[in-house]
């Protein structure tokens, strides 16, 4: 923006021009959004980034258990959204490759719905029948999240990033 003494207007016609802001974008590569990524790449890529979105998953997961004393499903439901959160940011920039789409948001969020409460679901009944032991938390954390997990790469990969 140029220079301007206190008191004097600034132009706003370059706003004119502009587009609003689009939404965070990680910077993964440079190259232009393209769902031609092959099974392979997609498949470590999704799992790398499950990874990491699953240690906040799970840190904020114990956290509310541990720390504050939420109910497991509640303390799960805080770690899923936080997860999710994350991994749909960098799923559609560097996994499938895909430009933002109203639509293809909406169908994630539709599909995380569903994730959800499998996730949460399976996890509150496993930490119900298993106990609260740390090997049994991670325990039922690793397969409610698994589930999910397959669940989530299957439609993302048939159905939701090859929407326009």
Known sequence: M???TPGEHLSHDDFATRHAPMPIELPFDDEE???SV???TQLIRFVATGA???VFDFGLTL???EAFGAPFWLAKAAGFILGTTIAYLINRRWTFRAEPSKARFVAVVLLYAVTFFVNVGLYNWLMHEWGTAFLMVALAFCIAQGVATAINFIVQRAVIFKIK
Do not use: C, E, F, H
């Open 2 to 4: 140029p220079d301007s």
């Open 33 to 35: 959004a393209s769902t």
């Open 38 to 40: 092959d099974l392979k």
């Open 52 to 54: 990491l979105s699953a």
């Open 63 to 65: 956290l509310l258990q």
